[in-house]
């Protein structure tokens, strides 16, 4: 095996025995074979799309396909060989349909694959399709390649969690075609996949929007709110991840049966959600980030439910844990068609919580409707000379030494700035009380990582009450990045012309010394040093 992909990848360079995520050598080949299939399925879309031949199930599949294979999602073997079988079916299917128009077209190896029968030989042929097995002669080309397949892995995530609220736009379903089929390609320049990586960051935007409008559209928009971190005596139920359907379906076959549901993870904002929040059971949030989970999820009582990536290798309470969706472990329950009743009655098996616990709250609910709501007492407030700075410290939490940059950073903003947050990455310092500037809270938290659509929101409107552009605003950007859905939003950001943006705790594998100098020299993108520098630069 061989995997780069993520933040923490060993040694700075690449897993090649065992994944750190916990990946096996055997899932880490399959996951490769159905990237790579999909790819050939993306080769044919796109051929099928100019004769004027659309399918949907191809294009949901797709996202599903790929966002299978993003980190720490599924780690159960078991569930590959038939995403791929049906990933070969879907593919020539549409072969079949140009075929019936006349159209002749020639595929790469990719969109011709018959997969073997049994999972060992699943496995051998992923080994030959891997990474390093396709890697291009040119190591920059290869490094922009499979920065354009992590950031399609992140806009999949996006999509998929959109079109489960009904929110699809096709125009995303081709881009995502387009660029998937792109990286079989060994005909383009360094420049073409320079365009082809920011293409990638516009159509994230886009799949960003669909999913702000279908989380918002069918839950309303976040309001602040105050979040216990104790818990109610009584049992419960514990759900991670990021997937607001699955919580709302929990919350509603929950009532009544005296279980109280807690969020983990970045499932904390929903509680800003007015349709979430008018659950009475619906009480507080348990524990921190997902590197932390082994530990957090030994000592909750109840049943856990984890709703999309996230889930790290369970211990003695994989009895407790269940799956749904595309998550996947193997040994672990996986919950399907939304019936979430062997999730109720594990938590009405297991003893709950003994007493009520008060730990402190934190306030969520800063999307870009709560923080725009006072905009003029920001604005004032910034002319006055009583808001020097905002930072945008944001972005995916993990285990790596190095995270501990972001929580010092955070203590050390001086008092007069705004310190703006989203994601995981949060969860450093996500408690600490920072106190407020005439009645503006210096610590926002404005949701989950796919919010970074609130955050650019938030930031053009700015831009355009003081009269110029985002990268002339009073604005820092320090972002911690961790797997592909941070890629995504990374070339999101560039691709707006966003500049001086801070990165750490580590730069990606992936990327060679001359793409780094091309962002360097284009973007002013920076790794991060420390606290006590960076905010010196900063601030001047």
């Known amino acids: 095996m061989f995997c780069y992909q993520c933040e923490q990848t060993a040694k700075g360079q690449g897993c090649d025995k065992l994944g750190v995520c916990g990946k096996t050598p055997e899932t880490a080949a399959l996951q490769d074979l159905l990237l790579y299939v999909v790819k050939g399925l993306s080769q044919v879309a796109q051929a099928a799309r100019e004769a004027g031949i659309t399918d949907r199930e191809t294009n949901v599949f797709t996202v599903q396909a790929v966002f299978s294979t993003l980190t720490n999602v599924n780690f159960d073997a078991g569930r590959f060989p038939g995403l791929i079988d049906r990933c070969v079916a879907l593919r020539e299917k549409l072969k079949a349909a140009l075929a019936a128009k006349g159209v002749a077209k020639t595929f790469d190896k990719a969109a011709e694959l018959i997969p073997a029968r049994d999972l060992a030989a699943l496995a051998a042929q992923g080994e030959t399709v891997g990474v390093k097995a396709l890697a291009d002669p040119d190591a920059d080309i290869q490094s922009l390649k499979e920065t354009v397949a992590y950031g399609v892995k992140g806009v999949a995530a996006y999509a998929d969690h959109a079109q489960i609220l009904g929110q699809e736009d096709d125009a995303v379903y081709a881009e995502v ?35 702000d409008a279908a989380n918002t559209g069918t839950y309303g928009h976040p309001v602040p709110t105050e979040v216990p971190l104790g818990h109610r005596k ?28 807690y969020t983990h993870g970045e499932m904390l904002p929903c509680h800003g959600y007015p349709k979430l929040k008018a659950y009475k059971h619906f009480h507080g949030h348990y524990g921190t980030a997902w590197q932390n989970q082994q530990k957090e999820f030994a000592a909750f009582p109840g049943a856990i439910l984890m709703t999309t990536n996230c889930i790290q290798k369970p211990g003695a309470y994989l009895p407790n844990i269940f799956t749904t969706g595309l998550v996947g472990w193997p040994g672990a329950s996986h919950v399907k068609n939304g019936d979430f009743g062997p999730v109720i009655a594990r938590a009405l098996e297991l003893p709950g919580f003994s007493e009520d616990q008060d730990k402190g709250s934190v306030m969520v609910g800063f999307g870009r409707n709560a923080v725009l709501g006072v905009a003029p007492a920001v604005i004032d407030a910034v002319k006055a000379g009583k808001i020097r700075r905002f930072f945008l410290v944001a972005g995916c939490d993990g285990a790596k030494p190095g995270r501990n940059y972001y929580t010092e950073f955070v203590e050390k903003v001086p008092a007069d700035c705004v310190v703006l947050t989203l994601a995981c990455g949060k969860f450093r310092f996500f408690d600490q009380k920072l106190g407020d500037i005439g009645g503006i809270p210096r610590l926002l938290d404005i949701g989950q990582c796919n919010d970074a659509y609130s955050a650019i929101q938030i930031a053009v409107a700015l831009a355009g009450a003081f009269n110029c552009g985002v990268n002339d605003l009073p604005l820092s950007l320090v972002l911690s990045w961790y797997e592909q859905k941070a890629v995504a939003i990374l070339l999101t950001l560039l691709a707006l012309g966003i500049r001086d943006i801070r990165l750490g705790p580590s730069l990606p594998a992936f990327i060679t010394p001359n793409v780094l100098k091309f962002l360097v020299d284009n973007y002013n993108i920076k790794p991060i040093t420390t606290p006590d520098e960076d905010l010196k630069a900063i601030l001047g």
């Not at 607001?244 to 009532?255: F, H, P």
């Open 177 to 211: 075609h387009r660029l998937l089929a792109a990286t079989l390609r060994r005909d383009l320049s360094l420049g073409d996949w320079v365009t082809l990586a920011l293409d990638c960051g516009r159509v994230n935007l886009k799949a960003m929007e669909l999913l």
């Open 234 to 261: 009584g049992k419960a139920i514990l759900v991670s991840g990021h997937d607001l359907r699955d919580l709302e379906a929990i919350l509603k076959q929950t009532e009544g049966k005296g279980i109280f549901v």
